[in-house]
């Protein structure tokens, strides 16, 4: 298929892709795929009036009703599945099966907010009081800003929307500058989904696009309470002051640095797949992607020399093609900044394995790169930073103790893994005690989470916690309501107080 066809069968209209000032690029090649008229900064403040015009009618719906737009926007994911996930693979470079399993991530957030949409539990309190009785009951916060990331140009949008719009909430979403291809046909099949829906006001879901200035809007303004991003470190620092300044509530999802633990008694052969799987799996661009792998010296020359013939086998190349496993990194920039990275591990004692470029056998004009292994004497401040490129640091341990201490001694915290058949050393590292990450695993890799746990990380990922679990509470306000049926009026605390 060539790029157009790809785009016109997701639904999209070619003469809304030219003509605009921002290009958009496919990784595969580097080719430009199309030129979007972006939105202007000063009409941000009529989206917004847009979207608390729809906050007030769609706050009375029923939440069991506003479940079923999103049962409806899952029909129709599945009917594009195959389509949307062509856009994700020409548009950000992943493999056909992860282009697909993002959608089908996307299928799954809607079920479980379909489901949610039944559960919004608040909960009665037992009140001091003779003859009262106190609740505490979750009602919608308003319009929702959702701010995302170009290496989950749709997935995450989807945990947004879906438990956003369930709780009450509308939606304006600012996709990444490079990847607004795959928001818009994402949001073509929550255009259909409205249609049928039959009433939901207009406003309802607005998909913006443009670059940071855009997402400032969203940012500044007192009338979008919620504001969830994704994206780099950087970004959220700049973005979840302002919004607290302004006392909204940010949801940051921020950049990872995640570590796998391989102790003595691991089933290497399977901690060999799940490395392989994390840390080369959508060319290292994950915000879990696995970056740090802690060894024991027991088995450290072991294991890499596994790893060494597992990474020389694995196939680069066009994301489309059955076969490869190793797609384009995003740009250019992005394998710039690989190679310089790994020239700074080299620089402080790092052996690297791979961490090439490839122009042999790949599509001319995209940034191919061998997934890099390093050999690293220690955790140095080049393995402490995220680099968003498939390279692998490798440093040994010799006690469980010393091994969480240097899992947990980088600024991020978001996912983190133990492999081991010892029950003590798999229950440490979950303990208080263990990985300070807000996902901790065991025996599976730090990457590919289900959308049933509350996903998030600590310190510099920002805290913020999306899609499963009690995350919904982010997007909703908590009231807590004392109700006297008795004719006193008695205080608490036994205060007095008689007039
Ligand atoms: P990025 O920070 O460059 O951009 C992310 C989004 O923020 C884009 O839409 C961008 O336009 C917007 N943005 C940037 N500056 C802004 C500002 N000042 N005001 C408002 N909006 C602004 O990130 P990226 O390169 O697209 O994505 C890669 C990063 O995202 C990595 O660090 C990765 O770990 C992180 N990420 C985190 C998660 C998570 O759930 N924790 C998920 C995906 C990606």
Redesign the pocket.
């Known amino acids: 298929m060539t790029h157009s066809s790809i785009l016109t069968a997701a639904g999209l209209d070619l003469s809304d892709l030219s003509g605009g000032s921002l290009a958009v690029h496919t990784p595969i090649d580097g080719s430009e795929i199309a030129r979007l008229a972006e939105t202007r900064a000063d009409d941000m403040s009529a989206v917004i009036a847009r979207a608390q015009a729809a906050f007030r009618h769609w706050r009375t719906v029923p939440a069991p009703r506003r479940g079923e737009l999103v049962r409806l926007l899952g029909e129709e994911l599945r009917a594009a599945k195959a389509e949307l996930g062509a856009v994700v693979s020409l548009e950000v470079g992943k493999i056909t099966s992860e282009g697909l399993g993002e959608v089908q991530e996307m299928i799954d957030i809607c079920d479980f907010a379909l489901g949610l949409s039944r559960q919004l539990y608040g909960l009665t309190i037992a009140s001091e009081r003779p003859g009262h009785r106190m609740a505490e009951t979750w009602h919608p916060m308003g319009p929702v800003g959702i701010?995302?990331?170009?290496?989950?140009p749709v997935a995450?949008w989807s945990w947004n929307a879906a438990i956003a719009l369930v709780c009450g909430n509308p939606i304006i979403w600012?996709?990444?500058?490079?990847s607004p291809l795959t928001a818009m046909a994402a949001h073509r099949c929550l255009e259909r989904a409205l249609a049928r829906f039959g009433d939901a006001p207009e406003g309802l879901s607005q998909l913006v696009i443009g670059?940071?200035e855009i997402?400032?809007a969203l940012?500044e303004s007192r009338d979008v309470p919620v504001l969830s991003?994704?994206?780099?470190?950087?970004?959220g620092n700049?973005?979840g002051p302002k919004v607290l300044a302004r006392w909204g509530r940010p949801i940051l999802?921020?950049?990872?640095n995640n570590a796998m633990i391989v102790a003595p008694s691991a089933d290497l052969d399977m901690a060999v797949r799940a490395i392989v799987f994390s840390a080369v799996g959508t060319a290292g661009q994950r915000?879990t992607s696995l970056r740090r792998l802690i060894v024991h010296e027991s088995i450290h020359d072991d294991l890499v020399a596994k790893l060494k013939s597992a990474y020389a086998s694995l196939p680069v190349g066009d994301p489309r093609e059955s076969g490869t496993l190793v797609g384009p990194l995003v740009d250019e920039q992005a394998r710039t900044r690989m190679l310089a990275q790994l020239e700074q591990a080299r620089s402080e004692g790092g052996v690297v394995h791979g961490g090439e470029a490839v122009e042999d056998g790949v599509p001319q004009g995209g940034a191919y790169v061998t997934p890099a292994l390093v050999e690293m004497p220690d955790q140095t401040d080049t393995v402490r930073t995220?680099t968003?490129a498939p390279i692998l640091y490798v440093m040994r341990y010799s006690s469980l103790e010393d091994a969480i201490a240097m899992q947990n001694d980088v600024p991020q915290g978001?996912s983190s893994c133990i492999f081991t058949l010892n029950l003590r050393e798999a229950e440490t590292f979950l303990s208080a005690a263990g990985a300070d990450c807000g996902i901790a695993n065991v025996n599976i890799g730090p990457s590919g989470a289900e959308i049933g746990g509350a996903?998030?990380?600590e310190k510099e990922?920002?805290g913020g916690r999306e899609s499963g679990s009690d995350a919904w509470k982010g997007y909703m306000r908590r009231q807590t309501s004392t109700i006297n049926y008795s004719a006193e009026l008695p205080l608490a605390q036994g205060v007095r107080f008689d007039i």
Do not use: D, H, W, Y
């Not at 600012?174 to 490079?178: D, G, I, L, T, V």
């Open positions: 701010i995302s990331a170009f290496n989950f995450v600012k996709p990444s500058e490079k670059g940071p997402g400032a940012v991003a994704t994206g780099s470190t950087r970004m700049i973005v999802e921020l950049g990872g915000c995220e968003f978001l996903f998030g990380g990922t920002g």
